[in-house]
């Protein structure tokens, strides 16, 4: 096996990063890596690491960033708060290039960090507490969990955890050990004020905004995933917020899930099938969450129409 094919085999299984030290192991010199890089043909994504074949990739893949970033620091580097989120498959923080990890000891001076786009914490992770994904080293889900709860805004916090219930990452039993590991700690109140608004059937983030800013308008759905039948039993579609005695459902319309026209088409049948059976379906976008008063505006409409029926 020639030394690229060594080389390429390696990165295969590390999201196609190999380390300056795998390259050399493979018959590559210092010298034939900067060449590499030179050409274009690898890219150096942090200190030490490269991605092989960068050429053929849009940019540098999320996880091979993450893998290099922690990789640079050592293997005592461990991802924390919104990256370990991204790694166990947490939706609901806000977009970022940043890459954020942790290492103790005095290794994690400023001094450090090899890339802008990585931000390092030294925080005390017992080894109970720490997990990998993917071969990369993390806190495990209920600690991530707790540290962003302490950093972030509510409609964030509140959509992490409701997807990690809803993706099964912990369990709701689990959620009650989060004020232990959040006692004393800067952001503490306001974390443990999140967690009584918690609720793991909201399928997406932008489901989680949307009840949030019904509740804050004093008009919170009764039900979640409401399933609306016809007298036979029959399915007629399902309702990401509910008020039931208005019979009125809420569909949160995110861009990925709505946006194909199978998905479109699906979704103009089974409102037809809901408002011929004397439902009223509202539709809420993301958009429509950024502004507190629109929504709990828009289903105070609904039930004022529902009372007039």
């Not at 540290?147 to 959509?159: E, I, K, M, N, T």
């Not at 590991?181 to 952001?187: F, N, T």
């Not at 579609?237 to 995110?254: K, N, Q, S, T």
Request: aromatic letters at 6%; glycine letters at 8%.
């Amino acid at each position: 096996m020639d030394a690229l094919a060594a080389v390429r085999r390696v990165a295969c299984a590390r999201d196609g990063i190999v380390t300056l030290q795998q390259a050399r192991a493979a018959g590559f010199t210092t010298h034939e890596v900067q060449r590499l890089c030179r050409a274009g043909r690898w890219q150096a994504v942090a200190r030490g690491s490269y991605l092989v074949d960068a050429d053929l990739y849009d940019g540098v893949p999320r996880r091979a960033q993450i893998r290099a970033a922690l990789e640079s620091f050592g293997p005592s580097a461990a991802a924390v708060l919104g990256t370990a989120a991204e790694l166990h498959g947490m939706a609901g923080l806000p977009a970022t290039e940043l890459v954020h990890l942790s290492v103790p000891g005095p290794v994690a001076r400023p001094a450090r960090v090899a890339h802008p786009a990585v931000v390092v914490h030294q925080l005390v992770i017992p080894p109970e507490h720490s997990v990998r994904v993917c071969g990369l080293a993390a806190t495990g889900p209920l600690r991530t969990l707790a540290d962003v709860s302490l950093q972030v805004d509510r409609f964030s916090a509140v959509s992490v955890l409701d997807s990690a219930l809803n993706r099964r990452l912990v369990a709701a039993e689990d959620l009650l050990s989060l004020p232990h590991l959040i006692r004393g700690r800067r952001g503490a109140v306001a974390a443990r004020g999140f967690l009584a608004e918690v609720d793991g059937r909201a399928q997406s983030p932008l489901e989680t905004r949307a009840r949030l800013r019904c509740v804050d308008g004093r008009v919170p759905p009764d039900a979640l995933q409401l399933e609306v039948r016809d007298p036979d039993g029959y399915l007629l579609g399902i309702g990401d917020l509910g008020w039931r005695g208005y019979r009125i459902i809420a569909e949160a319309d995110g861009r990925a899930p709505h946006g194909l026209p199978d998905a479109v088409f699906a979704d103009r049948r089974r409102q037809n099938r809901l408002v011929n059976a004397g439902w009223t379906v509202l539709r809420f976008t993301w958009q429509d969450t950024l502004r507190p008063d629109y929504i709990p505006w828009t289903v105070r409409q609904a039930m004022t129409a529902a009372r007039h029926r």
